[in-house]
């Protein structure tokens, strides 16, 4: 697939803070595209900067070849992580609002249907719960039709019946054909969401392509999954275990022999649990820390 958006080089810096290191990606028409890592690990700099609102100190960003133009950013729609709604206005009158802003604008009804707002487009939008609060804001991000839709961690804070919720309405919105880039540290949704995903820390892209893909080329088979305790020199070397607060992680696609010596070297059981590998798991590999915390991860060198 050809890129549609071609990112080369990009790089930011904030007085002695180096946010963004040179980074390049594409996204090809139509797709979800997800760029996930932790807090402060540069997304929101990056998508800022893609859509023109931070202006990048080295590369290039490009559009259907070209750099962003008047008319390309016509054809964009932002859901920031915070927006800021005129006070006393429903829903409805935010959209009327922010569909006057466009020459070409979707009927609001159209929008309240699409991201299903009927129930309470006519309220206060400071009454709304924050699920209602992020449809609503997707709403006014897809006021102008836009061919682009970036979304800045549209599900934090939601619980998770909200976030389903979300996610079936971004599958809707992705079905009309829209090219999505979306930013999120929950590893979950970017399975779920993206055809396509980058994974940042510390500014620079440590892992790139189809979550699935990502997940066989780097995980064979299952993880084991056993408490904290100490192991014998024999597991150490067969199993190569990786420690991640409080708890071992065993990569194996021989389950049952790896169970079997876990057992004759007594290993505690208690807590075991066996599962396959996601993209949690693959941070956890990449860096040596988890993506929702800073727990201590050490690697274990296999003895020998
Ligand atoms: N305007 C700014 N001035 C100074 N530093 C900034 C600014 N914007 C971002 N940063 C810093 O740049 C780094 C990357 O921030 P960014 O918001 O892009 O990360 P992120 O991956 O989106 O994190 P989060 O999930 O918390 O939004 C962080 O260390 C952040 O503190």
Redesign the pocket.
């Known amino acids: 697939m050809s890129a549609f958006i071609q990112v080369n080089n990009l790089s930011k810096s ?1 007085k002695k ?1 180096h ?1 963004v290191k040179g980074i390049s990606f594409s996204v090809p028409k139509g797709i979800c595209f997800g760029l996930l ?1 932790p ?8 998508i800022e900067m893609m859509e023109g609102i931070v202006g990048m100190d080295g590369g290039e960003i490009l559009y259907d070849g070209e750099p962003l133009s008047r008319a390309m950013n016509q054809r964009i729609g932002i859901q920031f ?1 915070h927006t800021a709604l005129q006070d006393h206005l429903t829903g409805r009158e935010c959209l009327k609002m922010f569909a006057s802003f466009y020459s070409h604008a979707l009927a609001v009804d159209d929008l309240v249907e699409l991201c299903q707002l009927a129930d309470f487009a006519d309220q206060d939008h400071r009454k709304l719960s924050g699920g209602q609060k992020q449809r609503l804001l997707l709403a006014i991000a897809l006021v102008n039709d836009p061919q682009i839709l970036f979304l800045d ?1 549209p599900t934090t804070g939601l619980d998770p019946h909200a976030r389903r919720n979300f996610w079936d309405l971004i599958n809707r919105i992705k079905a009309l054909g829209k090219t999505i880039v979306l ?1 999120t ?1 929950y590893m979950d949704e970017a399975e779920y969401l993206c055809d396509d995903i980058a994974i ?1 820390d510390k500014g620079l892209i440590i892992a790139r392509g189809a979550p699935r893909e990502l997940l066989a080329e780097h995980f064979n088979g299952v993880l084991i999954r056993l408490r904290q305790q100490p192991l014998s020199q024999e597991v150490l070397e067969q199993c190569q275990p990786r420690l991640d607060g409080a708890y071992w992680y065993i990569n194996t696609d021989k389950v049952e022999k790896t169970l079997k010596l876990l057992v004759e070297q007594q290993v505690e059981m208690d807590g075991l649990h066996v599962k396959s590998a996601n993209l949690d798991d693959l941070f956890l590999k990449l860096t040596g820390h988890g993506l929702q915390g800073n727990t201590e991860t050490q690697e274990v060198a296999s003895a020998g």
């Open positions: 904030f803070l946010a890592g807090n402060g690990a540069g997304k929101t700099t990056t992580q961690e930013t540290h940042m």
